[in-house]
Each structure stands twice: as structure tokens, then as C-alpha cells.
Nanobody, 125 residues
Framework: VQLQASGGGLVQAGGSLRLSCTAS????????VGWFRQAPGKEREFVAA????????YYADSVKGRFTISRDNAKSTVYLQMNNLKPEDTAVYYC???????????????????WGQGTLVTVSS
């Protein structure tokens, strides 16, 4: 499975960006998909995820209410709509996919099998 992320860029605090990640897989709906991020000097952290099919209800507390994850199974694509961005959201954002995750491990990066290349989001104050 190959994942291609896009949509990063430079935005002012309070602004919005939408990230996209397209997977090279025909059975996309059978995969859990998610977003993680890694800020400079920090470990990679969970942002948001959808379980197989369309259950997109997993969010980190730091982004809840500002970010929305969604998926379009017909396009094999997962999105991350980011609103009210803050400087602390600055990071490289990675999309991930896996077809055998269980809910209790969804927030742990080591549980995911497939990763995109990352896209940089920079939020200026």
C-alpha cells in the first residue's frame, strides 16, 4: 500500500488548511486510516483516525473541535480539515493506514503498517 499526502503549507494562526492522502489500494474501505504529526524535536503523535468503513471518531484532545477527519472510499482518500490553526500545530503531518487495527491501539504509531511521506504544515503567529 502506498500513501501520498498533500496539502501542507504556510498559514497564519487562525487560518485553515485541508490535507489529503490518497492510497494505492482497491479495498480502501477495509483499512483504518489516520493522521499523525511530528513537530521539530518531538516524538510523532496521534492526531485523528477513522476505523474501517466510515467511523471517524478518534481525535487527540489537542485538536478536538478544530480538526475534522473524513474519508471518501470511492476515491481511496482520507482528508484532514484543520481550522483555527495555532503555532503549536506546526509539524510534519503523516497519513497512515492499516487493515488489522483494533480500537485500543489506534492512537499508537507503532500499530500502523503503512505510512505516507509526510507534508509540512507551518503556522505563523
Amino acid at each position: 500500500v502506498q500513501l501520498q499526502a498533500s496539502g501542507g503549507g504556510l498559514v497564519q494562526a487562525g487560518g485553515s488548511l485541508r490535507l489529503s492522502c490518497t492510497a494505492s489500494v482497491r479495498t480502501f474501505s477495509r483499512y483504518s486510516v489516520g493522521w499523525f504529526r511530528q513537530a521539530p524535536g518531538k516524538e510523532r503523535e496521534f492526531v485523528a483516525a477513522c476505523k474501517q468503513s466510515s467511523t471517524c471518531t478518534y481525535y487527540a484532545d489537542s485538536v478536538k473541535g478544530r480538526f475534522t477527519i473524513s474519508r471518501d472510499n470511492a476515491k481511496s482518500t482520507v482528508y484532514l480539515q484543520m481550522n483555527n490553526l495555532k503555532p503549536e500545530d506546526t509539524a510534519v503531518y503523516y497519513c497512515a493506514a492499516d487493515n488489522s487495527l483494533i480500537s485500543s491501539t489506534i492512537r499508537y504509531d507503532h500499530a500502523w503498517d503503512y505510512w505516507g511521506q509526510g507534508t509540512l504544515v507551518t503556522v505563523s503567529s
